[in-house]
């Protein structure tokens, strides 16, 4: 008798685009310690829905911005270099953009903030 059998990993069910918070730790953690490489499990262009909180205005910010959901994308992978090396890694596991500007109340902002 034979029996085929598939091992799928963990981790394979941790997409970006709909893992929780802690499970993006856990891949994150999982790739800085060596026991995968988060590209085997995402990819450039992948995406992920973030709500951001009110920002108030206050010394160090003179505008404020209503809460909001912001798409973060996945721009790079292994990509960037790391300040300080973690583990045997010297590459930023990932890096992400906003797709969108902050906006106030559904309307982009007309201007940016330089700092």
Not at 31 to 46: C, K, L, R, S, T
Not at 52 to 60: C, G, W, Y
Not at 84 to 101: L, P, Y
Request: proline share 1%; hydrophobic share 35%.
């Amino acid at each position: 008798m034979t029996v085929d059998v598939t091992l799928t990993s963990i981790y394979a069910q941790y997409t970006f685009e709909k893992a929780t918070n802690a499970e993006i730790e856990k891949m994150l953690n999982a790739h800085y310690n060596g026991e995968i490489n988060i590209e085997d499990y995402w990819h450039v262009g992948d995406t992920r829905l973030v709500h951001i909180n009110a920002i108030p205005a206050d010394n160090n910010n003179s505008t404020s911005h209503v809460a909001q959901d912001m798409t973060f994308v996945i721009i790079g992978i292994n990509h960037d270099d790391l300040k300080d090396q973690i583990g045997s890694r010297t590459k930023a596991a990932i890096t992400v953009q906003c797709r969108e500007v902050l906006g106030n109340k559904g309307i982009y902002e007309q201007h940016y903030y330089w700092r």
